[in-house]
Nanobody, 122 residues
Framework: QVQLVESGGGLVQAGGSLRLSCAAS????????MGWYRQAPGKQRELVAA???????NYVDSVKGRFTISRDYAKNTVYLQMNSLKPEDTAVYYC????????????????WGQGTQVTVSS
């Protein structure tokens, strides 16, 4: 199994910053893309940022210039640095990894963290 554990959420005032971390552990053969999604109350889950195994990144338009995704390949960890936070960034943030377990014929599949709450007050 592959486990994803997130940390770093919390309450912050508008204009502030937070840094989310997500560490993958378990019996891992390889990890391709990693990313962050978020889901606000009453809304669908959306992709916020993603980073490939080669280091290419992409962001949803609403966070470009404010959020930065990065990755420590040796530690199987992905980060999301969030600056200039806005109340509309309030959501539960979920870590995602497209990974393969170290098991015979195990497929590549998506794994999810438990989510971490980010609340931005105005």
């Amino acid at each position: 199994q592959v486990q994803l554990v997130e940390s770093g959420g919390g309450l912050v005032q508008a204009g502030g910053s937070l840094r989310l971390s997500c560490a993958a552990s378990g019996s891992i053969r390889r990890i391709n893309d990693m990313g962050w999604y978020r889901q606000a109350p009453g809304k669908q889950r959306e992709l916020v940022a993603a980073i490939t195994s080669g280091g290419n990144t992409n962001y949803v338009d609403s966070v470009k210039g404010r959020f930065t995704i990065s990755r420590d390949y040796a530690k199987n960890t992905v980060y999301l640095q969030m600056n200039s936070l806005k109340p509309e960034d309030t959501a539960v943030y979920y870590c995602n990894a497209h990974a393969q377990e170290r098991a015979y014929l195990a497929p590549m599949r998506d794994y999810w963290g438990q989510g971490t709450q980010v609340t931005v007050s105005s």
